[in-house]
């Protein structure tokens, strides 16, 4: 405030005769009452309150110097006068710049204005929200004679914007994920660059969720990769594949580097499969598929047949049906006769890949083992024959074994049946079994799916629902019936059919983490991803970091168009 004391003393004294006269402090004008405050509906009102308490101070004294000091008539003393300036604040207050961005007419009005902000800086630190894309907050301060003074009232926060993209990257860089969503949600739909910056948001969300504790956070975030092709974070769905996570979690990490063409997950696959095979680790034979997907076959077969080498390992001869090894069939032909039954049901499990010139014949002699986990396991293997030409004594003893005492075998049966002699469906519908009526959806009529889909077993309703809906017609007033079902399986089973936004909505925040995953995803295919984006990218900054909700939100933005 030197400056501006200077100002106001220089117009005030009066020299006479070379000794100054007394100073006569007598008011030129009523005084000021105080600056309206600030709306509290305007953006960033609490942090232009607190700068006005250090502004207006010292405002108020520079004009109150001149209304006690100067006659009504001095420039000074103008209620006209305003100037405006831009200031630019720094994270700690300190004020970068500021920027003259409206003249009074009036010089030393407005020195004394650059004088107070000399003097206020540093303000106080301001709120990351309030900040712009260049890191700083700006703000536009009015400087007036009349009441308005540098009340709060008449300042505002001022947005400075940069090209999206880089300012994303770099809020991401930083880890600032919830501001680079709520940049990406604010941006306007027309901006070229918000689609790439929502997906690197979406992305940045992944990758949290796959650092994260929550394994169910984890797990979405492994099958979003896979299924929406996230290649850019094939290493952290490869750190999935460690032997400490949960088994769900792996095998759903083996199925996402699959779908990624991540080869640097090979060596990983291929030392595991090699001890799981030894283990009798069922993981083995989703690994086993993953490097035949990978183009490493012949490794995984090579890795199956050292664990044959010493016997009928059950496991490993299962793992024949993904990567078979040649020149087998007479082992496979003396387990399926004399090893145990869990060695017997492997060998059905295995074909017909495993030996397609015998395949017929193990299939058919396994039909009549008499273990029943056997004859399901070879009536399964049936389903997998010959479509075309199917073989006719498989058929005929299939047919027999839809009345087989034990519900798991009549089951296999009939799923069997309805892929190799769709034409004739041997029924199941009022089978006792549940399991039974599971299988028998794939011939039932529409009305017996009707039927079905009021069952009082949820597997029977869900299978049945999913069937109609596959029918088309009118399976919609079904759908909405079931997305009240008390069973999860039902209710993701509806999702299909449903088009009601608010009905999926509150599905996508249902308590099944299936439920809410499939209902998002199908919101967002409905709506659109553009017409989505600002909506998911709010909800993502709202979820809590890390969680399976902000890897759901990603996952359904990822995958649909």
């Given at each position: 405030m030197r400056e501006l004391a200077r100002v106001v003393v220089v117009v005030a004294v009066v020299g006479c005769g070379g000794r100054p006269a007394p100073v006569a402090l007598v008011p030129s004008s009523a005084r000021l009452p105080g600056p309206a405050p600030a709306d509290p509906t305007v953006r960033g009102a609490a942090y232009l309150t607190l700068v006005e308490a250090q502004l207006q101070e010292r405002w108020a004294a520079f004009l109150e110097d001149c209304r006690l000091r100067l006659p009504r008539a001095h420039p000074l003393n103008a209620p006209a006068l305003v100037t405006t300036y831009e200031l630019a604040i720094g994270r700690t207050g300190a004020i970068v710049s500021r920027t003259q961005v409206e003249t009074s007419g009036n010089g030393d009005f407005d020195t004394a204005v650059a004088d107070v902000l000399a003097d206020a800086s540093p303000l106080p630190a301001p709120p990351r929200e309030l900040m712009s894309d260049d890191e700083l907050v700006h703000l536009r301060w009015q400087f007036a004679r009349d009441r308005r003074q540098a009340g709060a009232a008449t300042a505002r926060v001022v947005t400075v914007e940069l090209p999206l993209l880089a300012v994303v990257e770099g809020m991401l860089g930083r880890g600032e994920l919830v501001r680079a969503a709520r940049r990406v949600a604010a941006a306007p739909a027309s901006d070229p660059e918000r689609a790439a910056a929502a997906s690197r948001v979406m992305v940045s969300a992944l990758r949290e969720a796959l650092d994260s504790p929550d394994g169910g956070a984890r797990r979405v975030a492994v099958e979003a990769c896979g299924r929406a092709g996230v290649r850019e974070?094939?290493?952290?769905?490869?750190?999935?594949l460690a032997s400490g996570a949960a088994p769900e979690l792996r095998v759903a990490a083996i199925t996402a580097v699959a779908a990624l063409g991540d080869h640097g997950a090979v060596p990983v696959l291929l030392a595991a499969l090699r001890e799981d095979?030894?283990?009798?680790?069922?993981?083995?034979?989703?690994?086993?598929?993953?490097?035949?997907?990978?183009?490493?076959g012949q490794d995984a077969a090579d890795a199956v047949r050292a664990a044959l080498d010493g016997g009928g390992n059950p496991i490993a001869v299962t793992a024949l049906a993904v990567a078979p090894v040649p020149g087998l069939a007479d082992k496979l032909a003396g387990w399926a006769h004399a090893g145990d039954r869990a060695t017997r049901s492997a060998v059905c499990a295995a074909l017909p890949s495993a030996a397609p010139g015998h395949a017929g014949a193990l299939i058919a002699s396994g039909l009549r083992d008499p273990d029943a986990s056997v004859r399901a396991a070879c009536a399964e293997a049936g389903g997998r024959g010959d479509r075309t030409h199917p073989d006719g004594a498989i058929v005929?003893?299939?047919?027999?074994?839809?009345?087989?005492?034990d519900a798991a075998v009549r089951a296999r049966s009939v799923a069997a049946l309805a892929a190799l002699d769709p034409a004739h469906p041997v029924g199941g519908a009022q089978d006792r079994a549940a399991e039974v009526r599971v299988a028998a959806v794939r011939t039932a009529?529409?009305?017996e799916l009707r039927g079905l889909v009021l069952d009082r077993d949820a597997d029977v309703r869900a299978a049945a629902l999913s069937a109609l809906i596959a029918l088309g017609g009118r399976a919609t007033p079904a759908a909405i019936h079931a997305a009240d079902d008390p069973s999860p399986a039902v209710r993701c089973a509806a999702i299909p059919a449903l088009s009601d936004l608010g009905l999926l909505a509150r599905l996508a925040r249902d308590d099944s983490p299936?439920?809410?995953?499939?209902?998002?995803?199908?919101?967002t295919a409905l709506a659109g991803r553009s017409a989505r984006t600002a909506e998911l990218l709010e909800q993502l900054a709202a979820a809590p970091a890390g969680s399976a909700e902000r890897a759901r939100i990603a996952f359904a933005w990822l995958l649909a168009s």
């Open positions: 974070l094939a290493g952290a769905v490869r750190a999935q095979l030894a283990q009798g680790s069922r993981l083995a034979l989703a690994r086993a598929a993953a490097l035949v997907a990978l183009g490493h005929q003893r299939l047919r027999e074994l839809v009345r087989d005492r009529s529409e009305a299936e439920v809410a995953t499939a209902a998002l995803l199908r919101l």
